[in-house]
């Protein structure tokens, strides 16, 4: 019985990780697309197409920012996009991030 239920640990743990894995690399695929001047609508368009991403814009002073996590990477990897008040992109970056 042991033996079984180490063996659904192991493999729950294994889903899990290729998961949060298959996730982080979505996130940062796609960040990498978002070089200079690329429009907001291309930004939104080509994150409609991730399977595993959510985003927000956050609006501010400077320009606006779209925030983009997983659920699936338990919101420790993002990927922060820049856009100036022309919807044009300044930066984009991906990384770890903790969120607390």
């Known amino acids: 019985m042991r033996g079984l239920l180490g063996l659904v640990l192991l ?3 294994g889903a899990g990780g ?3 894995n298959e996730a982080r690399k979505e996130v940062k695929f ?5 070089g200079l001047g690329v429009t907001q609508d ?3 368009s080509q994150l409609g197409t991730g399977d595993f991403l ?3 814009m956050v609006g501010g002073p400077d320009g606006t920012a779209v925030i983009v996590d997983s659920l699936y990477t338990l919101n420790t990897y993002r990927c922060t996009i820049l856009l100036n008040h022309s919807g ?3 930066h984009a970056e991906a990384g770890f991030h903790l969120p607390f």
């Open 11 to 13: 493999v729950a743990v």
């Open 18 to 20: 290729w998961i949060f």
């Open 30 to 34: 796609l960040c990498g697309n978002f």
């Open 42 to 44: 291309s930004v939104l």
């Open 54 to 56: 959510r985003y927000e």
């Open 88 to 90: 044009q992109v300044l």
